[in-house]
């Protein structure tokens, strides 16, 4: 089965741009979360999509949104990039919520200049 | 709100060595517990969990007890090696709507040949 994906890996910005990370859920997989992992920090969950609609967000400003398409697939879209948003993106799939575990690709690096 | 604690790092142990990376959290209900592991350059992958007061966790040699009494779910693993270097992250999930994981800030792991 193939895993999750994400593109790309590195990513270089400067503040106030915009930018869209993408990433491809597992096979058979219908619940995309994305996490924001900030250097030396554990993980900070940001919003989560089932079947193509948010469902759950934590604390993070309306300028990180989101999609999911109808593979499954998502994108996290940061607006108005801000020194602080430099971080490992994580997306992670599952299916269906509760206790399914829940797998994660390898992250993109964001680094804001 | 819901949190997990666990030891700082990093620890640094010989190869053989018994290790111990303690974790406690804090979490209304009854979550299920997990601990990731995050090798250099990659994402999070599942080690264990546990989802029920006084189950064990177990893979790759590693063990972690749900300890409802103590609030905790240390990580254990009785001969660590070299490849066990990584970092740790012990995790918790509520069966929520947006079952959203809380991590850990994560311990560094230095195995020494």
């Known amino acids: 089965e193939t895993g999750v994906t994400q593109s790309p890996t590195h990513l270089i910005k400067t503040r106030g741009q915009q930018v869209t990370l993408r990433c491809s859920s597992q096979?058979?997989?219908?619940?995309v979360s994305w996490y924001q992992q900030a250097l030396g920090q554990g993980p900070q969950f940001i919003f989560q999509?089932?079947?193509?609609?948010?469902?759950g967000r934590g604390n993070f400003p309306p300028r990180f949104s989101g999609l999911q398409f109808p593979n499954y697939s998502s994108e996290l879209n940061v607006n108005a990039l801000e020194l602080d948003d430099s971080a490992l993106y994580l997306c992670?799939?599952?299916f269906g919520g509760g206790n399914q575990p829940q797998h994660f690709g390898d992250g993109t690096r964001l680094s804001i200049l | 709100g819901n949190s997990v604690t666990q030891m700082e790092g990093p620890v640094t142990l010989s190869e053989e060595a018994f290790l111990t990376i303690n974790c406690t959290y804090t979490?209304?209900?009854?979550?299920?517990l997990f601990w990731y592991v995050q090798y250099p350059g990659e994402g999070l992958q599942l080690l264990l969990k546990?989802?029920?007061?006084?189950d064990k966790g177990s893979n790759k040699g590693f063990e972690a007890t749900y300890r409802k009494e103590t609030t905790s779910f240390h990580l254990e693993k009785g001969s660590v090696q070299v490849s066990d270097s990584a970092v740790y992250f012990c995790?918790?999930?509520?069966?929520?709507?947006?079952?959203?994981?809380?991590f850990g800030k994560g311990t560094r792991l230095h195995i020494l040949p």
């Open positions: 999509y089932y079947r193509e609609e948010e469902n």
């Open positions: 992670a799939s599952s």
């Open positions: 546990a989802t029920k007061a006084d």
């Open positions: 979490a209304t209900g009854y979550p299920s």
């Open positions: 995790a918790l999930t509520h069966m929520n709507r947006d079952d959203k994981i809380i």
């Open positions: 096979s058979g997989h219908n619940t």
